[in-house]
C-alpha cells in the first residue's frame, strides 16, 4: 500500500512533464501582412515536424493578430493567463512585438521573436523578451563594411524613400558612415511612386559616389536601377538596404539588378548546419523558397520547445535561453546583452550579391558561397 | 551643364505624357462643365489594358494604342451616356461625388480582380537610351511615347479646327446653348468628348507603363497633376494643358535637381498658386462671365 502511495506521489509530481507543454505562436495570418506570416507559419510547422522526431511532442496555441498590435496584445493576455503557456514565439511585425514585449515581462512569460526589426524592442531591459533575428541598424552597418572589405570607397551618396522606414534606415546608416570617415556627397529622399527619378539620379551622378546606398521596395527599386542604368550612374558599388532589394522580382530584371548588393538575415545558401537541408525540405512542402522570415521563425520554435522541456516552468525556461547556446539554420545562437541590447542574438548578418539572376552569399567570407563581384561592372 | 540639360530633357519627355492627360481632362470639362476626378482612375484601366495586352498576347505597349484608344473611347463613351449624362446640370457637388465614386469603383474592381501588388512591364527597350553627348543621355521608351504624344495632339488639334466634328465639340464648349440653337446635337458631342478624353487617359496610361510600374491606387496621383495641369493652363484650353504639362514636368525635374527631390511637390504647388493668384484664369484661359 505504502508503495504504491509512493507511486502514486511521484506519478503526480511528475505529472505536468508528461503532460505536453504548451507553448503559444502569435503571428500574422490574415491582414496585409499575412504573406509573410505564412512564411512564419510554414517555418514553424516544420519545426513542429522536427521535433516530433526527437520525441518532444508540442501542443501549439496559435493566434492570429492580423497585423494588429491591439489584437497582439490580446492574444498575448490570453496564452499568459488561460491557457497557461510555458513560452511564445512571435510575432511578427515591429509594432506588433514592441507592444506584446512589455505584456510578456508583466506576465513572466519568455517571449522569443523571430523576425521583427525595430531596434528599440530588445533596448528596453525587458528580461522575459528575446529575439533572434538581428535590428535594423545592422542591415546598413554590415553593407557598408562589405563594401569597404571590399574596396576603399570614400565617398557615399544616399538615396531612399521619404517615409519612416526610408529615413531612419538611412540615419543609422549616416551615424556609421559618419564613423568609418566617408563622406556624404548626396542626401536625396524622393517622394514614392514619382514616375521620374532621373534628374536626381543625374545630380548624384555629378557628385560621382564611389557607394550608392538606396533604401526602397520593389516597384521603385526597380525604376531607380532601370534609371540609374539610363543616365550611366557608376558608383563602385549598389548597395541596396530596403526590402525592394531582395526580392525574387527584383533578381528577375536581370538587366538592371545584375551585381546589386544587398543584405539579410539568412540564405538557403549560407553554409551554416541545416541550412541548405531546410530550403530543400522546405520547398518541398510548401512549393515556395523560403524567405528569412521562414528560418528564423523555425530556429525560434526549436529552441523553444527544447528549452521549455528542459526546464520545466517559465522562468527556469526564462533562465535556460539566457544562458544557452545553440547552432543550427541560423548559425551560432546566443541571447546576449550588448550596446544597450538585452537578450538579442547578436546574428550575423550575410551579404548577398546577385549573381547570374540568382542571390548568392558573398560575404562574410567564411560563409560564402561565391566571389563577390567588385567593382559594380560597366554599364552595358 | 550636364545635369541641367539631362534634368531639362527629362522634364520635358515626361512633361509630353502629363500633358496628355491634361488634355484629356481638360476636353471633358470645356465641353460639359463636369470635373472629372476619375480620369486618373481611367488612366489606370488603359495601364492595366496595356499590361493584359502585353503578357497575354504579347502586344507591345506601344502597339497597343491602336487597340487601347478605341477601346477607351467606348469605355469612356459609355460612361458618359450612363452616369455623366444625368448630372450635367446638377450642382458642382454631387458631379464631383459621382466622378470621385466612379473612379473609386474603378480602382476596387481592379484591385479584386489584380490584387494590390505593383506590376511592372519589362520589354527589350525598358532601360535602353540614346547618348546625346555630353554625358546626356535620352530614354528610348520615353522618347518614344514623346513622339506618340505629340503625333497624337497634333492629331488632335487638326481635328478639333479642321473638321465638322471638331467644329462641333468647340462650339459646344464655347456656348451649348447657343451651339444646340445652332443645331448642334450637343449631347452628341459630350459623348465624342468625353469618350476623346477617356481615349487620351488611357493612352498616357499605355505610354507610360514601360517605364512605370501599375497598381490600382495609381489614378489619384495623375488626377491631382491632370487638376493642376489644366487649372495652370486654363481649364477648357488644349493649347495651355499641353504647356501645363510641360511645364510641370520641366519644373518637377528642375527643383528634384536644383532643391531637393523631396521638395519638388512643393514647388509644383507653389508655382500653381503664383499662376492663380496672378493669372486666375490660367495662363491660356479666357476668362468667363
Known sequence: ?380 | MAVFLQSLISGVLIGGVYALIGIGLTLIFGVMRVVNFAHGDIMMVGMYLTYLLFTLMGIDPFVSVLISFPLMFLFGGFLQKVFINRVLNAVAQNQILLTIGLGLIMSNTVMLIFTSDYKILTTSYSSSTIQVGGGVSVSVPLLVSFLITAAITAALGWFLLKTDTGQAIRATAQDRDAAQLMGINVSRMSVIAFGLGAALAGTAGALISPTYYIFPQVGSTFTLKAFVITVLGGMGSVVGATLGGILIGVTESMSAVYISSGWKDVVVFVLFLLVLLFKPSGLMGKSRT
Not at chain 1, 503526480?12 to 490574415?30: D, E, F, R, W, Y
Not at chain 1, 530543400?280 to 521549455?308: D, L, N, Q, V, W
Open chain 1, 1 to 380: 500500500m505504502r508503495k504504491h502511495l509512493l507511486a502514486l506521489g511521484a506519478v503526480l509530481a511528475l505529472s505536468p512533464c508528461l503532460l505536453a507543454q504548451k507553448i503559444g505562436v502569435i503571428n500574422s495570418m490574415s491582414g496585409p501582412e499575412a504573406p509573410i506570416g505564412e512564411h512564419i507559419t510554414n517555418g514553424i510547422k516544420l519545426a513542429e515536424e522536427d521535433l516530433k522526431k526527437k520525441g518532444i511532442n508540442l501542443q501549439l496555441v496559435w493566434e492570429d493578430d492580423t497585423g494588429k498590435p491591439q489584437i497582439s496584445m490580446s492574444a498575448m493576455e490570453k496564452l499568459a493567463t488561460r491557457d497557461n503557456v510555458v513560452g511564445v514565439v512571435g510575432p511578427y511585425t515591429s509594432a506588433c512585438s514592441n507592444a506584446v514585449a512589455k505584456l510578456a515581462e508583466k506576465y513572466r512569460v519568455p517571449l522569443l521573436i523571430p523576425a521583427a526589426a525595430k531596434e528599440e524592442i530588445t533596448r528596453q531591459g525587458l528580461k522575459y523578451v528575446f529575439r533572434m533575428n538581428a535590428p535594423a541598424d545592422k542591415y546598413a552597418s554590415s553593407l557598408i563594411d562589405a563594401a569597404s572589405s571590399l574596396g576603399k570607397p570614400k565617398t557615399i551618396a544616399f538615396i531612399y524613400e521619404n517615409t519612416d522606414f526610408g529615413t531612419s534606415t538611412t540615419k543609422t546608416a549616416k551615424e556609421y558612415v559618419a564613423k568609418k570617415g566617408m563622406q556624404v556627397v548626396a542626401d536625396e529622399p524622393y517622394p514614392k511612386g514619382a514616375a521620374d527619378y532621373r534628374s536626381t539620379l543625374a545630380k548624384v551622378k555629378s557628385k560621382n559616389p564611389d557607394l550608392v546606398f538606396m533604401v526602397s521596395y520593389v516597384a521603385d527599386a526597380i525604376l531607380l536601377m532601370r534609371q540609374s542604368k539610363e543616365v550611366g550612374l557608376q558608383p563602385q558599388a549598389f548597395l541596396g538596404a530596403g526590402a525592394g532589394f531582395t526580392t525574387p522580382e527584383f533578381a528577375k530584371e536581370r538587366a538592371i539588378s545584375e551585381d546589386v548588393i544587398s543584405c539579410t538575415q539568412w540564405t538557403g545558401d549560407v553554409n551554416w548546419p541545416g541550412a541548405k537541408e531546410f530550403e530543400a525540405r522546405f520547398k518541398a512542402k510548401f512549393g515556395k523558397e523560403p524567405t528569412y522570415h521562414a528560418a528564423c521563425a523555425y530556429a525560434s520554435m526549436i529552441i523553444m520547445a527544447e528549452t521549455a522541456k528542459k526546464a520545466g516552468d517559465r522562468v527556469k525556461t526564462r533562465d535556460a535561453l539566457k544562458a544557452g547556446k545553440w547552432n543550427g539554420v541560423m548559425g551560432e545562437v546566443q541571447f546576449a546583452d550588448y550596446e544597450g541590447f538585452t537578450n538579442q542574438n547578436n546574428h550575423q548578418m550575410l551579404v548577398q550579391q546577385i549573381i547570374n539572376g540568382n542571390y548568392e552569399t558573398v560575404l562574410p567570407a567564411k560563409f560564402a558561397t561565391k566571389k563577390a563581384v567588385f567593382p559594380f561592372p560597366k554599364w552595358k
